[in-house]
């Protein structure tokens, strides 16, 4: 008997400085117990019932950034089978943001906010998987991507994806 898929349906954005070389991201620093700890990531979470991605992916920046999405562009999805941290599944909305309007703070209970250079991105501490996916989501010349990374005892145990 095969187990039915029942993801985490989540939102994962990453805002975009107006030049288009900076990114914001959060460095997971302040909770001990948090299963991201010490790892830099884009900004997100978990879809609330009643809501779709874009509600989703607005009220998570406006909760962890406190600014407004103006410009969102779905830049693809991934499942992460075994992803969390009692193997649970994930699926993820993944966006470029554009444009916003305010001034993003600088923390939040999770962590430290701050603008990263794009070409900068891969020297920080992140999910391992990240490195894979992260390139697709600031080329330009790339579609829609949507892809597949299985976890297993916290690792990625594989990468495939298709492009639109």
């Not at 009220?59 to 406190?66: M, P, Y």
Request: with cysteine.
């Amino acid at each position: 008997m095969t187990i039915p898929y029942t993801p985490i349906v989540g939102t994962l954005g990453y805002v975009m400085s107006p030049d288009g070389k900076r990114t914001l991201l959060i460095h997971r620093n302040a909770r001990p117990d948090d299963q991201h700890l010490g790892k830099y990531n884009g900004l997100g979470g978990k879809m609330e019932p009643g809501e779709d991605v874009i509600a989703c992916m607005r009220r998570e920046l406006r909760e962890e950034a406190d600014i407004e999405a103006i410009s969102l562009h779905l830049r693809g999805t991934i499942s992460w089978p075994g992803f969390g941290p009692d193997g649970e599944d994930w699926l993820g909305f993944i966006f470029r943001i554009d444009s916003f309007v305010g001034t993003p703070l600088t923390s939040n209970p999770e962590g430290t906010l701050s603008w990263v250079e794009v070409d900068q991105i891969m020297d920080l501490p992140m999910w391992e998987g990240d490195r894979h996916f992260l390139p697709l989501v600031f080329d330009n010349s790339v579609g829609q991507f949507h892809g597949v990374m299985p976890y297993e005892n916290g690792h990625p145990v594989g990468w495939t994806f298709s492009v639109l």
